[in-house]
């Protein structure tokens, strides 16, 4: 795992201060994008996609006693530049560690801001056998490429498609947990 020099931390939370206010807490965007950077790995969409999921930035359900989880991040180019307006479409378990497939539980889908900028409530998913937690994202700048991954947490590499690249960084506090994540995109 990267840890993150005082002047790295510093510099992430001073050029993403959205992150930080967002979730209140200032916690660096992983990964880091620059010169050298590498686009977010692809993975496999899983068995349990549904398209067309209704528009929304609260995943949380009615009734959910689940961990709440506040994403928040942004979606920039190889070169650090903000893609506005990327369709971010987002899938989970639930607190059981089931996934709906009759319906839209824990699904849905946002759009970044012109900042490239998004936050998703939800709750923190569930374990089910043979997996890491994970959540499922699917993000598309205009015009370009669907890219189909799915973001881990730390501590959890339980499973063989867990990968340190896809972590986000995260806090827990009394309310809940707190992460944030950088998609870098081909745009």
Not at 9 to 36: N, S
Not at 117 to 123: D, G, S, V
Not at 157 to 178: F, H, I, P, Q, T
């Amino acid at each position: 795992m990267k840890f993150h020099t005082r002047r790295r931390f510093l510099g992430a939370a001073a050029a993403f201060p959205f992150v930080g206010a967002a979730i209140g807490q200032d916690l660096p965007l992983t990964p880091e994008c620059g010169p050298q950077s590498a686009l977010t790995p692809r993975q496999t969409e899983g068995p349990y996609y549904t398209p067309n999921t209704p528009l929304r930035s609260s995943l949380v359900e009615p009734g959910s006693n689940g961990e709440r989880l506040v994403l928040a991040g942004r979606v920039v180019s190889p070169r650090c530049r903000p893609v506005g307006k990327a369709l971010l479409d987002f899938w989970h378990c639930d607190e059981n560690g089931r996934y709906d497939n009759a319906g839209f539980r824990y699904r849905g889908h946002l759009f970044a801001d012109d900042e490239g900028r998004f936050r998703l409530e939800t709750i923190f998913p569930a374990i089910y056998p043979g997996r890491a937690r994970h959540i499922h994202v699917k993000v598309q700048a205009p015009g370009r490429r669907i890219l189909t991954t799915q973001l881990y947490f730390p501590g959890d590499a339980r499973d063989g498609l867990w990968r340190e690249e896809l972590v986000v960084a995260m806090v827990s506090k009394r309310e809940g947990r707190s992460a944030a994540f950088q998609f870098i995109v081909d745009a």
